[in-house]
C-alpha cells in the first residue's frame, strides 16, 4: 500500500501545499514537496518490504537496510510534522479575518 502510494505521489504530485502557507507555500507550485512526500513513503515502504525478507532468513544486512530506512523516514516524518504544525497556524492566521 505505501509502494502504491509513493508511485500516486510522484504521478499525481500529491501534496502541494497552498500558497498562503508559511514555509512549504513558497514551494506550491514545484516539484520539491511531491518528490519530499515521495521520498518519505518511499524509504517507509522500502523498510516494511526489507523487513519481513530480512526476518526469514535472519540476514543482517536487509535487517539494517530496514533499520535505516526506517531511521531516515522516521527522522523525516518528525520534522515534516513539526513544521506542518507550525505552518497549518500561519495558514490560519493569513487566510482568516477574526478569530472571534
Known amino acids: 500500500?505505501?509502494?502504491s502510494l509513493t508511485?500516486?505521489?510522484l504521478y499525481y504530485q500529491l501534496g502541494h501545499a497552498?500558497?498562503?502557507e508559511t514555509v512549504s507555500g513558497?514551494?506550491?507550485q514545484s516539484w520539491a514537496?511531491?518528490?519530499f512526500l515521495g521520498l518519505l513513503w518511499g524509504l517507509t515502504s522500502l523498510g516494511a518490504l526489507l523487513l519481513p525478507t530480512g526476518?526469514?532468513?535472519w540476514n543482517r544486512k536487509v535487517l539494517m537496510g530496514a533499520t535505516i530506512c526506517w531511521g531516515i523516514a522516521g527522522a523525516l516524518f518528525v520534522l515534516f510534522s513539526a513544521m506542518n504544525y507550525f505552518t497549518h497556524i500561519g495558514l490560519l492566521m493569513n487566510t482568516s479575518d477574526s478569530f472571534f
Do not use: D
Request: glycine share 0%; proline share 17%; charged share 10%.
Open 33 to 35: 514537496e511531491p518528490s
Open 26 to 28: 513558497h514551494f506550491s
Open 18 to 20: 497552498p500558497p498562503q
Open 55 to 57: 526476518l526469514v532468513k
Open 7 to 9: 508511485a500516486a505521489i
Open 1 to 3: 500500500m505505501m509502494a
